[in-house]
C-alpha cells in the first residue's frame, strides 16, 4: 500500500511538473519582452492572462495534492513502524520464553522425576517393565539404540537416562 501511494505521489509530480512546464513555455511565447508587469485590469482577455491563470490553478492544485499524498505517506509510514515495533515486541518475547523453557524446564523436569522416580532406583524400575520395554523393541517403537540406553549389557546407564539434559 505504501508502495502504491509513493508511486502514485511520483506520477502526480511528474504530471503537474509537465504540465506547469508547458504552461510556463505557452506563456513565455505571449509575454512580451519589455512587458513584465500585466495587470487584470489592462487586458482581462488576453491569452496570456487566461494562462497565467491556468498556470496559478494548476500549481496550487498541485501543491494541494502534493501536500495530501504526502501526508498519506507519512501515515503509512507510521503505520508500518507500529507494525514493526509490534513485530519485534512479539520476536522478543519468544526469544525470552524460549530461553526460559531452555534455561528452567530441565532443571524443573529433572527435581520433578527425582522426586518421583530417585535415580537410584532406576535399575528396579526398568527391570520391573522389562516385559513392557521389550514388547516395544519387538513392535519396533523402541529401535536397537533406545534398547541399549535401556538397557545396557555392562549395567552402566547412560547419564540422560536419570537426568534431563540440560
Not at 491563470?53 to 505517506?73: F, G, H, M, N, P
Not at 526469544?95 to 534455561?103: D, E, H, N, Q
Amino acid at each position: 500500500m505504501l508502495r502504491s501511494v509513493e508511486q502514485k505521489n511520483h506520477t502526480v509530480k511528474l504530471q503537474y511538473k509537465d504540465r506547469i512546464k508547458d504552461l510556463e513555455a505557452q506563456l513565455h511565447l505571449y509575454k512580451r519582452p519589455d512587458d513584465n508587469s500585466l495587470q487584470e485590469y489592462d487586458h482581462p482577455h488576453t491569452c496570456t492572462l487566461a494562462l497565467q491563470r491556468e498556470l496559478d490553478s494548476v500549481r496550487e492544485r498541485y501543491q494541494k495534492q502534493v501536500t495530501e499524498l504526502q501526508a498519506e505517506i507519512n501515515n503509512l509510514n507510521i503505520e508500518l513502524n507500529k507494525t514493526q515495533t509490534s513485530q519485534a515486541e512479539e520476536e522478543e518475547n519468544y526469544i525470552r520464553l524460549a530461553l526460559l523453557l531452555k534455561g528452567v524446564s530441565p532443571k524443573a523436569v529433572r527435581t520433578f522425576f527425582d522426586k518421583e522416580l530417585p535415580p537410584t532406583y532406576l535399575p528396579s524400575t526398568l527391570n520391573k517393565n522389562y516385559n513392557t520395554l521389550y514388547d516395544l523393541y519387538l513392535k519396533r517403537i523402541l529401535n536397537q539404540t533406545q534398547w541399549n540406553l535401556l538397557l545396557p549389557k555392562n549395567g552402566m546407564y547412560f547419564i540422560c537416562l536419570h537426568y534431563c539434559s540440560s
